[in-house]
């Protein structure tokens, strides 16, 4: 599904990211952790295409995507959730997922305009599936109300149910359990544990090291821009090596 | 009483044609985050093509939607330079449309001269409730009415309009839900000439237009803009009107001379009070 090869990237001479590479398989839950500085999320908006990178090739679905902007790899099936609550203003909750299928609506500017009816046939099945990705997250009584009003928690079962909505093939979470409380993170991985039983392919960035354990089928340590294991989680957990880059190298 | 009558409705008429330039600012604005400085250059070379299209032996309605359509290419034009480039910040937009206006100028006086030029509008006036009205003015209040109704509708019921609001609202999140921000700013700036252009072409007939005259415009245009905080098209409708109505009841009761600095002094006053409300003019968040 998703293959990164020896992707770098340095900010200022200093390496964020360097020679990473690793793949994720159809249905598979990938993990990705490291701790603070790790290089986790130049890894993500690299992977997005937010940043580009400087060496190195990111395939995806068999085609090379590095050099496309982040629109068209939305459009070829990659959808994403922020840790930040990246939810469009003066819209509703469910005008918000809505705009999440953009990506593959059929009718152009004339026949929104118009309001010709391929158009509207678009409009009625997006407003079908939003409420169904809403009931999925647990929004739906919050459809109508404005997006910017969610408490945080609720902004990023927002930004899921809007990925959703595009029919993701890959879907990136970056950070998706931090600033959540014990309930909210709960509820947050069983919706993941489900996703996955549907066979979603998905890739997990975490600063959370349990929350990754429970769900990834596997998991890659990055440390100061560089993997350094990549493997089933309770390989990983053991590794010399990620102990010494989470505890210190007394550990 | 017919003479208060008529200013309110002349008033109507002139509110109206300042929405029209108003609605073009909040178009690209809600969409882009850039302040367009060149909207009322948009009107301009409407106004300009149309009375040298009917100058050329064009019929009315062909030369009008032709200058409503180079607006629109104007419009597109100014897109390019303005947020051509990805990654240009919406502050560094605005400067390139303030030049894009200057350079419309030479363009201007180059083409059509540095004299005023005026075209023929329709003819005749009609007498409501004692109160004479030229018909111009009605068309030009029904043509923002129905282009304000077609806004509103376009941005607040289909999944393009909100599409073009989500731009605005987070570009870095609507990349990633599939939206080309680029194309759509250009979209944008594309309306707006266009209805920058359907401005010029109706105000045309009611006051010569030059090469300068996008000054005038745009100060009422952003005067209202400001007012709906440059993204409430109902507002800035609501704002366009009022400082019409303003406009007109000075010219009218004898302080004709004075109607920029009513609008000048409207747009500051509502500017400082948005300003220590909330930022008026980035209010979306970093």
Not at chain 1, 53 to 81: C, N, T, Y
Request: charge should be positive; charged fraction near 15%; glycine fraction near 12%.
């Amino acid at each position: 599904m998703l293959t990164v090869t020896e992707v770098s990237r340095s900010f200022g001479g200093v390496y964020a990211v360097r020679d990473v590479s690793l793949s994720v398989a159809d249905g598979e839950v990938c993990g990705v952790i490291g701790p603070n500085g790790a290089g986790k999320s130049t890894l993500f908006n690299l992977i997005t295409g937010h940043l580009p990178a400087e060496h190195g090739q990111i395939s995806f679905r068999g085609r090379r995507v590095d050099r496309l902007p982040p629109h068209r790899r939305a459009r070829l099936g990659m959808s994403i959730v922020f840790q930040a609550a990246r939810v469009f203003h003066g819209m509703t909750v469910k005008e918000n997922v809505m705009v999440g299928a953009h990506g593959r609506t059929r009718a152009g500017f004339v026949a929104a305009a118009l309001r010709l009816p391929r158009h509207r046939s678009d409009e009625k099945e997006i407003d079908t599936e939003a409420t169904a990705a809403l009931a999925r997250v647990g929004l739906a009584k919050w459809a109508d109300r404005p997006a910017d009003r969610l408490p945080i928690g609720q902004q990023r079962a927002l930004q899921l149910a809007r990925a959703l909505c595009a029919r993701p093939r890959l879907l990136l979470l970056d950070e998706p359990a931090s600033g959540l409380r014990g309930q909210e993170r709960e509820r947050l991985a069983t919706l993941v544990e489900e996703l996955r039983a549907d066979g979603l392919t998905i890739l997990l960035i975490e600063h959370d090291v349990a929350f990754v354990t429970r769900l990834a089928d596997r998991i890659v340590v990055l440390d100061l821009g560089r993997v350094i294991a990549d493997g089933p989680p309770a390989e990983v957990r053991t590794d010399p090596l990620v102990l010494a880059a989470y505890l210190g190298p007394s550990a | 009483m017919s003479a208060f009558l008529t200013y309110l409705l002349n008033g109507l008429a002139v509110g109206s044609a300042i929405a029209l330039v108003a609605s073009g600012l909040v178009t690209i604005h809600r969409v882009t985050g850039v302040v367009n400085f060149a909207q009322g250059t948009f009107a301009v070379i409407a106004g300009l093509c149309t009375s040298s299209l009917l100058g050329l032996g064009f019929p009315h309605g062909l030369s009008e939607v032709a200058a409503v359509l180079a607006a629109a290419l104007a419009g597109l034009l100014t897109g390019l330079a303005a947020i051509g480039r990805p990654g240009t910040t919406p502050l560094s937009s605005l400067i390139v449309t303030l030049g894009v206006g200057v350079l419309a100028y030479a363009v201007e006086i180059v083409l059509w001269g540095d004299q005023p030029r005026s075209a023929p509008g329709l003819a005749g006036s009609v007498t409501l409730a004692g109160a004479r009205v030229q018909t111009q003015h009605l068309l030009v209040i029904g043509v923002a009415a129905a282009t304000f109704a077609l806004l509103a509708l376009f941005f607040g019921r289909t999944y393009l309009g909100k599409a073009l609001t989500a731009c605005a609202s987070d570009p870095y999140a609507a990349r990633v839900v599939g939206i080309d921000t680029r194309r759509m700013g250009l979209l944008a700036f594309a309306l707006g000439g266009l209805l920058g252009g359907v401005a010029g072409v109706l105000v045309t007939p009611l006051r010569p237009i030059s090469f300068d005259t996008d000054v005038t415009l745009i100060v009422n245009g952003f005067a209202a803009a400001v007012f709906g905080a440059l993204t409430r098209p109902v507002i800035t409708l609501a704002g366009a009107l009022l400082l019409g109505v303003a406009e007109t009841m000075a010219a009218g009761y004898g302080y004709g001379s004075h109607q920029l600095e009513v609008a000048l002094g409207l747009m500051l006053v509502v500017m400082i009070v948005q300003a220590s409300r909330r930022p008026a003019i980035s209010q979306e968040r970093a």
